[in-house]
């Protein structure tokens, strides 16, 4: 069973960056297509970027040029660098595993909270 663990959520302020992590296990992750969506208080989650086995990348509008998806396959580990932050940026941060040839996800995490303060 694939299983996957955020990590790296935190209170940071405005401008500020942080990097959030995703540990997967008992799967094949080099084989995975990986990606990070967030759900902002009281609205729908959303996709934030994708990274696909070869490290081809998509982003949201609201994230390009700020956040940064990768991957290390030696590791099992995808990442999301975030820069500039924003509060609304502020939303649990989920990340999923998925396969480059559908766009829907067989596998998510628990989730990370991000809370940027203005």
């Known amino acids: 069973q694939v299983q996957l663990v955020e990590s790296g959520g935190g209170l940071v302020q405005a401008g500020d960056s942080l990097r959030l992590s995703c540990v997967v296990s008992?799967?094949?992750?080099?084989?995975?297509?990986m990606g990070w969506f967030r759900q902002p208080p009281g609205k729908e989650r959303e996709f934030v970027a994708r990274?696909?086995?070869?490290?081809?990348?998509t982003y949201a509008d609201s994230v390009t040029g700020r956040f940064t998806i990768s991957r290390d396959n030696a590791k099992n580990t995808m990442y999301l660098q975030m820069n500039s932050l924003r509060p609304e940026d502020t939303a649990v941060y989920y990340c999923?595993?998925?396969?480059?040839?559908?766009?829907?996800?067989?596998?998510w995490g628990q989730g990370t909270q991000v809370t940027v303060s203005s």
């Open positions: 999923a595993a998925g396969s480059d040839f559908v766009s829907t996800y067989f596998a």
């Open positions: 008992g799967g094949t992750f080099m084989i995975y297509a």
């Open positions: 990274i696909s086995r070869r490290g081809g990348t």
